[in-house]
């Protein structure tokens, strides 16, 4: 047995988060992943995991060791990648972050469309509205909407991104269309808990410079889904993804404010770590999703 296979396992157990969990995913037996782990660590000189009838944790020298052994088992397979990339048989699994908008929302369905057309590719996704470290967690490449600040990854625009500010109409009749973002301080919203902003929506002052409004109102809650429904319920003014509010709005059932005075530059991104080998499984994914949302926009 090799050391590489050992390394595989032992990432394997560490990601599943036990050696049961490990073993069902793999499709190999508890045992033999236990036997991996104990010969790696014979082999090292070092415990790798502190382990209980019931869980287990990385000692120090095991995450330092499951940190590099991820970068080398990807650099491995970047590779092995590489050299069939000049046939058309991609395969192998992707590890992607994406945050649960993203899934929820109809631009969602640029995941199931990949998955329909790369059969031989397992798209395993984590959603998760954290920014997750993909080196330090194993993730390929994470889908992000934002305004990206950090250098250390590589960044692909998929889309531009930016917010809308909506109410019923219901909700206009009554309390009126707020001219100014100041405005919005005396009137009811609704509070997306999951967003960046929370409670202090930035808008574009009269000088140009970004400004923040303290926003108060009835409804807290760490969804935008949940908060559009709110707001259709005629709760409050919300601040919404534009793909998320966009199909109430074309119907009707949400009325955009202050469009002119939103903070623009946001775009929704695929991002994945600096590599050398650039998995080719990777890159076609990547591609597609340029290709799908190039495609949405021309429609």
């Known amino acids: 047995m090799d050391t590489l296979t050992r390394m595989r396992g032992f990432i394997d157990v560490v990601e599943a988060e036990g050696f049961s969990a490990a073993a069902r995913k793999i499709g190999r037996s508890k045992a033999l992943l236990s036997k991996y782990v104990r010969e790696l660590e014979d082999e090292l000189g070092a415990l790798l995991l502190n382990r209980t009838t019931r869980q287990f944790s990385l000692t120090e020298a095991g995450h330092t060791y499951y940190r590099r052994a991820t970068e080398i088992v990807r650099e491995i397979d970047s590779l092995a990648d590489d050299v069939r990339e000049s046939s058309t048989d991609v395969r192998g699994r992707i590890k992607l972050s994406a945050p649960r908008t993203f899934a929820d ?46 250098s250390s990854l590589i960044a692909r625009r998929l ?24 405005d919005l301080a005396r ?42 429904a709110a707001a259709l319920a005629g709760l409050g003014y919300a601040v919404l993804p534009d793909f998320i509010a966009a199909p109430a709005i074309e119907r ?43 495609q949405r926009e021309q429609r």
């Open 105 to 150: 929302a109809p631009i969602g369905q640029s995941l199931i469309d990949f998955a329909k057309a790369h059969p031989d590719i397992v798209l395993e996704i984590h959603l998760d509205d954290r920014f997750v470290d993909l080196v330090e967690e194993g993730f390929d490449l994470a889908i992000r909407i934002s305004r990206l600040e950090n």
């Open 159 to 182: 889309a531009p991104f930016s917010v809308r500010i909506c109410a019923s109409p219901e909700l206009i009749a009554t309390h009126g269309t707020p001219s100014r973002p100041q």
């Open 187 to 228: 009137l009811p919203c609704i509070i997306d808990t999951n967003g960046r902003w929370l409670s202090n929506w930035p808008f574009l002052g009269d000088d140009g410079e970004t400004i923040s409004v303290s926003v108060s109102g009835p409804l807290e809650v760490n969804s935008p889904l949940a908060t559009r």
């Open 252 to 294: 009707g059932e949400l009325v955009p404010v202050l469009d002119n005075r939103i903070v623009p530059g946001g775009g929704i991104f695929a991002v994945y770590p600096h590599r050398r080998y650039l998995p080719a499984k990777v890159r076609v994914f990547v591609d597609f999703l340029v290709q799908w949302f190039k």
